[in-house]
Structures are given as structure tokens and as C-alpha cells.
């Protein structure tokens, strides 16, 4: 079956820690998405790659960082975590021109 | 800012109640998404409304799309505990060069049996 995957599904870094988490998909998509969600909230769009090009969120510190080596596979990289980053990190998907966006099953980080 | 409010933000009730969530914006939509998350699991998408006043059905689940597009409810009916998660619509804006999308505040909601 076609889907996104994103591995691992726990991590548990320490302050300051650098840390990546992986994203990888067989849904064929040209637009992937980073989210970070905290307890029960909404999903927040940190960047999203459209093909190659990279779109940064205004309000994403530069703590966090992408790349996407290839179609299938996109990182998020975050440089120094501190407390506040702990949270529920969405990766998803979608077409070109469709709305319909397909999440994977998210990576829980704990900072310690 | 597009906001698109959910209500309620909980909902706590017994196996077999019907309920209704609601989702709410002053901006017109071009489509608008439904979306389940369960405990330390993705969000799971669960149907999509383009057209004005569309009603599409998903078993005991009904969504409907406002006349407007501003607005869209979920309806369950015979509500069960396997039901119980974290409900959030997400809509497209009209006249934006990509497919980014404005989610809900999520409505929470609990089936005991």
C-alpha cells in the first residue's frame, strides 16, 4: 500500500542534542510537509518542499531545518533542541494542484 | 489570518449518542478537509468537500460543506468508543499559489461504552 512513513517513531534527545528525524513516502507526492504538534493541538506547518524548492514558515526559528535528497525521502533536522520543541512532528504529503494532504503516523520527541 | 474555529473543543458522551462538530470561518474555502487523529497517531484523512451545500456520508459519519463554503459540520450518528480521538477540519484557501492548509482548533472527543 502506498504511504508515509517516518522513522523513529519515539526519539528521546537531551538539550541541545542535535537530532533528525526521517520522513519517507511511496504516494509518488511532489509536495512534502513538516508539522509540529503539541498536546492536542492543531498541527503548525514549519516548511514544505514543492518538488526541490524549499518554503520556510515565517514564524519557524532557524533551529529547524530541512532536506530532501529525493522524491521519496525528506529530514527534519533540529540543530539544538530545547524543552519547548518537544512534541508530535506530522510529516505529509500531497499532489500537485490537490488539497488532500496524507500524514504519516508522526515521531514523538522527548528532550530531556 | 484565515481561522477556522471548531466547536466544541470537547465532547465527552455514551455509546449510541448522536453528536454534531463544528467548523466555522469568515473566509471562503475551496475545499474543505475532515481529518480523525488517535493517540500518538497521524491524522487520518476522512473525506474532502468542494462544492457549496455538498453532503457526503462515510457510514454513521455525515459532512456537510456550508452553502458559502465558510463553514462545515460532522455529524455522528450512534456515536461508539472506537470514535473517540482527536477531530480537526482543515480548509484550502481560495486564490493562494499553494496547496497550504488552515487547520481547525480540533474538537476532542470521548465515547464511553
Known amino acids: 500500500d502506498a504511504m508515509v512513513i517516518q522513522n523513529p517513531r519515539y526519539q528521546v534527545t537531551q538539550f541541545g542534542k542535535p537530532v533528525t528525524l526521517s520522513c519517507s513516502q511511496t504516494?509518488?507526492?511532489?509536495?512534502m510537509y513538516w508539522y509540529q504538534q503539541k498536546s492536542s493541538q492543531a498541527p503548525k506547518l514549519l516548511f514544505h518542499?514543492?518538488?526541490?524548492?524549499?518554503?520556510n514558515e515565517a514564524d519557524t526559528p532557524d533551529n529547524f531545518q530541512s532536506r530532501r535528497p529525493n522524491t521519496s525521502f525528506c529530514f527534519l533536522d533540529i540543530r539544538s533542541p530545547g524543552l519547548g520543541d518537544a512534541a508530535m512532528y506530522l510529516c505529509?504529503?500531497?499532489?500537485?494542484?490537490?488539497?488532500?494532504?496524507?500524514f504519516g503516523p508522526g515521531t514523538r520527541l522527548t528532550v530531556l | 489570518t484565515q481561522l477556522l474555529e471548531q466547536s466544541p473543543q470537547f465532547l465527552s458522551i455514551q455509546e449510541g449518542e448522536n453528536l454534531t462538530v463544528y467548523c466555522n470561518s469568515s473566509?471562503?474555502?475551496?475545499?474543505l478537509q475532515w481529518y480523525r487523529q488517535e493517540p500518538g497517531e497521524g491524522p487520518v484523512l476522512l473525506v474532502t468537500?468542494?462544492?457549496?451545500?455538498e453532503v457526503k456520508k462515510l457510514k454513521r459519519l455525515t459532512f456537510q460543506f456550508g452553502d458559502a463554503r465558510k463553514d462545515s459540520s460532522l455529524h455522528i450518528t450512534a456515536a461508539q468508543p472506537g470514535d473517540t480521538g482527536l477531530y480537526l477540519c482543515?480548509?484550502?484557501?481560495?486564490?493562494?499559489?499553494?496547496?497550504?492548509?488552515?487547520f481547525g482548533t480540533g474538537t476532542r472527543l470521548l465515547v464511553s461504552p
Open positions: 505529509a504529503t500531497s499532489g500537485i494542484g490537490e488539497n488532500e494532504q496524507f
Open positions: 473566509s471562503v474555502f475551496s475545499s
Open positions: 518542499y514543492y518538488d526541490k524548492d524549499f518554503n
Open positions: 482543515a480548509g484550502a484557501p481560495l486564490n493562494t499559489g499553494f496547496q497550504k492548509l488552515v
Open positions: 504516494l509518488n507526492h511532489n509536495v
Open positions: 468537500v468542494v462544492t457549496g451545500g
